[in-house]
């Protein structure tokens, strides 16, 4: 069956301007987090929704960054002011439920430039 | 402060031979380890996993150690092949914190030489 998917797979922006990154779970999944990877590092947990709520946004670095999933499915992070700071590899992930053993599958990432 | 580590950034390994990728933690909280992979362009899969209630975990050619008083856990892969080149992330979470969310170590690049 179909994956994780993430649009756009490579977006370059300006400094200061807005951005939006699409997840697309795999269908049925209840549980999904984003996770920024930074050039040499392992990936950091950002925000996981289960179902349409925000459960956890303890990892979001500042206000700047938001994200949403109004019908439990598909989720979108938004980026504000953009910083050079920010750019990485954003990862979506999504697993059948919050149980431990209920693995996450990790989409492709979408890779920001910010310049 | 990093609460996973991974201090080999790469290992260089002949095909056929033991791979050994470690890692380290230090929350002691952190009861349930991951190990995923990565290939280029690609999202991390996961490939084996270990409760801190145990102290081995095998699946095939990967074996998982834990040794809790350390905190200390490692993968080993034999043999290896040269499709297992790749980067290898461990992992860990808190079972009891809602939602699971992963902390990862910084990864280490594996490369199995034909």
């Known amino acids: 069956g179909a994956g994780v998917s993430q649009t756009p797979s490579n977006k370059v922006t300006e400094k200061g301007k807005y951005v939006e990154l699409r997840c697309d779970p795999i269908?049925?999944?209840?549980?999904l987090y984003w996770y920024r990877q930074s050039l040499g590092q392992g990936p950091e947990f950002l925000i996981y929704?289960?179902?349409?709520?925000?459960?956890?946004d303890s990892g979001l670095p500042n206000d700047r960054f938001f994200a949403v999933r109004p019908e439990g499915s598909v989720s979108t992070l938004k980026i504000q002011r953009t910083e050079r700071g920010d750019s990485a590899v954003y990862l979506c992930?999504?697993?059948?439920?919050?149980?431990?053993?209920?693995?996450?599958?990790f989409g492709p990432g979408t890779r920001l430039t910010v310049l | 402060d990093q609460q996973v580590k991974q201090n080999s950034p790469s290992l260089s390994v002949q095909e056929g031979r033991i791979s050994i990728l470690n890692c380290d933690y230090t929350n002691s909280m952190f009861d349930y380890f991951l190990w995923y992979k990565k290939y280029p362009a690609e999202g991390p899969t996961f490939l084996i996993s270990?409760?801190?209630?145990?102290d081995k975990n095998e699946d095939g050619r990967f074996t998982v150690f834990l040794n809790k008083s350390a905190k200390h856990l490692s993968l080993h892969i034999v043999p290896s092949q040269p499709g297992d080149s790749a980067v290898y992330f461990c992992a860990a979470m808190k079972s009891l914190n809602a939602g699971n969310m992963l902390t990862f170590g910084g990864g280490t690049r594996l490369m199995v030489k034909p």
């Open positions: 269908s049925g999944h209840t549980a």
């Open positions: 270990i409760s801190s209630i145990k």
């Open positions: 992930a999504s697993s059948a439920s919050q149980g431990v053993t209920d693995t996450q599958y």
């Open positions: 929704f289960q179902g349409t709520g925000a459960a956890d």
